[in-house]
Structures are given as structure tokens and as C-alpha cells.
């Protein structure tokens, strides 16, 4: 009797052994692979922010405002924001106000300047800039709309290749790069360009 028990036991636990290993080599392995996969899931979708808004101050007193429909980091650059279907306003000094949107931007989450590119509109007062890029740069004050320029406003309509406005002064600056890329028509007073 003490024979049978003593084999139950060791089939028992060869049994067990062989499950365990079975279990090792087959279903755990498996089993880590999902879990690798799921983490590296959760993290490039802790990467993708949705419906984003940054709002800041810059030395010189101005508000700026930035919304986004989508935003992403990327490794690498952890400080820059790239981001779909951009909407800015700008708060100048003295109350008026740079509404700036676009299909793309990149947004520096550290000097908050921003880059914005594909089918930019930027609208201040009665200027209408559209261009396919437009850049803001705190630091040196600066905005420059380039690459298909075409500004607007009450008088005139102009094509060039860049324009620069000063954030301070309100000042601008025209460039052309090429002669024939600089064409102003003056605007119709009956509406018809």
C-alpha cells in the first residue's frame, strides 16, 4: 500500500512537472509577447494628445493661445508639439488680437514658438495673409508668412515670396525672391478684384 501511494505521488507531481514546463514553453511566452505589445500600445497612444489647448505669456505681456484637434510628441524632441487642425489668436499689447489657423504646427512647449504650415490664414485687423507657412518667433518678435504668399487687405491685394511683420511695431517687411513673384493689384472700391 505504501508502494501505490508513493507512485501516485510521484505521477502526481510528474504531472505537475510536465504541465509547468509545457505551460513555460508554450502559453507563457505567448503570454509576454501580448504584454509587450499592449505596453508599447499604451505608450505611443500617451504620446497622442486630443483636443489641446496651451495658453502662455510672453516676456514682453502678450497672451498666446494655441487649440489643436490632435498633438504629438516624439521622442527625440520632447519639447515640440506636432499638431492637426491648429487654431491661435495672438493678444497684442494693445488689445488686438493675431487669429492665425492652419491644417499642421509645431508648437515649442519651451520658447512657445510655433511653425505653422498647409493652408495657413492668418487674419489681423483688415490683413489677410494665406500662405502654406507661417512662423511665430517670440524672442525676436517676429511672424513671417511664406511659400505662396497672398496678402489682403483694404486696398490692395499683393502675391510675394515672404513677408515679415514685427509683433512690436507692427511694422513688415516684403520680400521677393524672384521679380516676377511680387505682383499688387489695388482692390476695386465696387468689390470686384
Request: hydrophobic content about 45%; overall charge positive.
Given at each position: 500500500m505504501r508502494k501505490?501511494?508513493?507512485i501516485q505521488i510521484l505521477l502526481t507531481v510528474l504531472f505537475f512537472l510536465i504541465l509547468?514546463?509545457?505551460y513555460q514553453k508554450y502559453f507563457k511566452e505567448e503570454l509576454d509577447e501580448n504584454t509587450t505589445l499592449r505596453?508599447?500600445?499604451n505608450t505611443k497612444k500617451e504620446n497622442n494628445l486630443i483636443n489641446i489647448t496651451y495658453e502662455s505669456i510672453d516676456k514682453e505681456g502678450?497672451?498666446?493661445?494655441i487649440t489643436a484637434e490632435t498633438g504629438k510628441f516624439k521622442e527625440k524632441e520632447p519639447d515640440l508639439i506636432?499638431?492637426?487642425n491648429v487654431n491661435a489668436k495672438v493678444f497684442l499689447l494693445d488689445g488686438s488680437v493675431i487669429y492665425i489657423d492652419s491644417l499642421n504646427a509645431e508648437y515649442n512647449t519651451l520658447s512657445y514658438d510655433t511653425k505653422f504650415y498647409r493652408e495657413v490664414?492668418?487674419?489681423?485687423?483688415?490683413?489677410?495673409?494665406?500662405c502654406k507657412n507661417l512662423n511665430i518667433?517670440?524672442?525676436e518678435n517676429l511672424i513671417e508668412a511664406f511659400n505662396d504668399l497672398n496678402y489682403k487687405n483694404l486696398d490692395f491685394i499683393m502675391f510675394a515670396?515672404?513677408?515679415e511683420i514685427n509683433l512690436l511695431t507692427k511694422n513688415s517687411k516684403i520680400y521677393n525672391f524672384n521679380e516676377n513673384n511680387v505682383i499688387i493689384k489695388n482692390r476695386n472700391l465696387d468689390g470686384n478684384n
Open positions: 501505490e501511494i508513493l509547468i514546463f509545457v505596453k508599447e500600445e502678450r497672451k498666446y493661445v506636432f499638431m492637426t490664414k492668418s487674419k489681423f485687423l483688415e490683413h489677410d495673409i494665406f518667433f517670440f524672442k515670396d515672404k513677408i
